[in-house]
Nanobody
Framework: VQLQASGGGLVQTGDSLRLSCATS????????LAWFRQAPGKERERVAR???????SYSDSVKGRFTISRDNAKNTLYLQMNSLNVEDTGVYYC????????????WGQGTLVTVSS
């Protein structure tokens, strides 16, 4: 199983970025997909999740600014990030799990997002 995250980069406060995660999984089956991030010196946190029924949820820190979506035909997960601020800086990871699983079994390698003021 492979997940390949891309789209990170250096941006300024207020800019937008779209992250992509190409996967070998059949995401049109029963998988929950998510984006996590790890800021410097902090623990990894989940920022967005989308279930196999397309139910989405977000952390309070990104709600209203980030949008998670999936393209089942392309087996690709996306994270549209708008109104970026310096607190959004970190390594972003995509992850997947079977819908009934408790933990995410599949992880991408991470893509770095740096937001400068």
């Amino acid at each position: 199983v492979q997940l390949q995250a891309s789209g990170g980069g250096l941006v300024q406060t207020g800019d937008s970025l779209r992250l992509s995660c190409a996967t070998s999984l059949r995401i049109d089956t029963a998988y929950t997909l998510a984006w996590f991030r790890q800021a410097p010196g902090k623990e990894r946190e989940r920022v967005a999740r989308i279930t196999s029924n397309d139910i989405t949820s977000y952390s309070d820190s990104v709600k209203g600014r980030f949008t998670i979506s999936r393209d089942n035909a392309k087996n690709t997960l996306y994270l549209q990030m708008n109104s970026l601020n310096v607190e959004d800086t970190g390594v972003y990871y995509c992850a997947a799990k079977k819908s009934q699983a408790l933990t995410y079994a599949y992880w991408g390698q991470g893509t770095l997002v740096t937001v400068s003021s």
